[in-house]
């Protein structure tokens, strides 16, 4: 696998998803590609995404350091870093984080476009990358066969080496991801 982290100052987590789905869809990534977005605190907060694709996808750097020929963008791979170079060393930090598997929420990954709708947890943990399940709030580990209500938004992330999906629970005994899709601005508002 070949691993990569570009920054392009992205602010918010719709946005980061929506560059990792038009870059992934631009460079024709197969299923097994992981794309995360990290949480960069220098320079101002933002979100620097990762991608990690498998071997045939060495050009991709190409691809990539077109994305940072304007000077608002860094690209890294390895020792490689082209572009901004404050935001090719967060790009950086961000593909290593991904290696490490310490930290990155995945949005792109094995099995991640079926699951929509409900399935039971035994359909996650066979048939996507997610490894573990960790219920928020303390409450008992769901079984195999208790049901998640994706919301069509399933967004694990790496923890201790491990792709694990934060659930919590919801009416009916079933469970749904604790990250909400298009959660309100906590400012939504205020004046």
């Known amino acids: 696998m070949t691993l990569f982290g570009i920054d392009t100052r992205v602010r918010d987590l719709a946005e980061a998803d929506h560059l990792i789905h038009e870059l992934s869809a631009r460079l024709r990534l197969p299923g097994n590609a992981v794309a995360c977005t990290h949480l960069v605190r220098e320079g101002g907060p933002h979100i620097a995404v990762s991608l990690w694709v498998p071997p045939g996808f060495e050009g991709l750097w190409n691809e990539l350091t077109r994305l940072s020929e304007s000077?608002?963008?860094?690209?890294a791979s390895g020792t490689a870093r082209c572009g901004h170079p404050d935001l090719a060393e967060t790009a950086s930090d961000a593909a290593v984080e991904h290696l490490s598997r310490k930290?990155?929420?995945?949005v792109t990954y094995p099995g991640a476009a079926e699951l929509t709708g409900t399935v039971p947890f035994r359909y996650v943990l066979e048939r996507t990358a997610i490894e573990r399940i960790v219920v928020v709030g303390g409450a008992d580990e769901p079984g195999e066969d208790d049901l998640l209500e994706t919301r069509d938004h399933v967004r694990p992330e790496w923890r201790d080496g491990e792709l694990a999906l934060a659930v919590?629970?919801?009416?009916g005994g079933r469970f749904a991801p604790f990250e909400v899709p298009d959660p309100t601005p906590c400012r939504a508002g205020h004046r």
């Open 168 to 171: 919590t629970p919801v009416a």
């Open 103 to 106: 930290g990155g929420r995945a």
């Open 71 to 75: 000077g608002s963008a860094g690209v």
